[in-house]
């Protein structure tokens, strides 16, 4: 972020009320700390950060090739393996992060697993592996790291939603639970940091030109039940890949751009697809409240 400051000085003359402006940037670099960072939009943020010439602390379960890269070329990238369901290891990584650049002042959880399968079909132990990445490794990285934002008086938490946490889908129930849940926790975290100068935004992306849909990404359920078409719907998935409309590097850009906003917002739709759904099922939402209206207010006494 650059910071433009004003010097006024007499001109040559000394007449009074005469001003000569000299105008100084004064670059005030932000520190970053990145969950999912190796990949997809994770990657493409961590690039744009660095490229403004911010810091990062880059968090995934693995360092990949390309974000070591990344590490060699800039001095302001800290590349480190963590699992965000664990929270020791949430805990230490925030703490390294912060010995060596001394504070964190943008938080983007962007880490998250997408799970497909019906709600029958889903069995307990997968429900829960894709709660913990989605929302329990979200909240050990807040309850972390807002003692610092707090302590602090600033800072800005961005999560990473889906406009499948506004819209349930058939077949991907556990990934809307969770992402739903993101949005409800989002909103909660604002009213509760806003005191302090922190500022919350949950961003719910469409669908974008990652890996997110391959088929070395996508998760399916083990237990399979013909009625369910889950096999129909994985194919539709698959061939979407690589045609997704949204862009990631201009994703990447619009982060980048409310990280600087005084006043960012708190919801943050991205893509013509996830801006026009969400909208499309707030009207339907409006429609059916007011045609149960009746029943609705039959309950007080």
């Not at 590349?79 to 664990?86: Q, R």
């Amino acid at each position: 972020m650059n910071t433009i400051i004003r010097d006024q000085n007499t001109n040559a003359k000394g007449k009074e009320g005469n001003f000569a402006v000299h105008i100084t940037i004064k670059n005030m670099s932000k520190v970053w700390f990145i969950t999912g960072a190796s990949k997809g939009m994770g990657l493409e943020v961590t690039k744009a950060v660095l490229a403004n010439g911010d810091k990062v602390i880059a968090t995934s379960r693995n360092i990949t090739e390309q974000l070591a890269k990344l590490g060699k070329e800039y001095k302001n990238l800290l590349p480190l393996k963590v699992d965000i369901t664990n929270e020791t290891a949430v805990k230490t990584a925030i703490e390294t992060g912060i010995k060596i650049f001394g504070q964190i002042d943008v938080v983007l959880n962007n880490a998250g697993y997408y799970l497909v399968g019906s709600l029958e079909e889903i069995s307990d132990e997968e429900f829960r592996q894709t709660m913990d990445v989605n929302v329990f490794g979200m909240c050990n990285v807040i309850r972390n790291s807002v003692p610092y934002l707090r302590q602090q008086q600033s800072g800005h938490m961005i999560n990473i939603a889906s406009n499948m946490g506004y819209i349930g889908y058939a077949n991907t129930g556990s990934y809307n639970a969770s992402k739903f849940a993101v949005i409800g926790l989002s909103e909660a975290l604002a009213q509760e940091v806003q005191p302090f100068g922190v500022h919350v935004t949950v961003v719910a992306p469409g669908m974008f030109r990652t890996s997110f849909m391959s088929d070395t990404t996508l998760a399916v359920v083990k237990n399979i039940i013909p009625d369910y078409h889950v096999a129909e719907h994985v194919k539709i998935l698959h061939s979407i890949d690589g045609n997704q409309p949204g862009d990631p590097a201009q994703l990447a850009k619009v982060l980048l751009e409310i990280s600087q906003l005084p006043e960012p917002p708190l919801h943050l739709p991205l893509g013509t697809d996830s801006y026009e759904s969400i909208l499309e099922h707030r009207k339907k939402e409006a429609i059916e409240l007011e045609q149960w209206k009746h029943l609705s207010l039959a309950t007080d006494f």
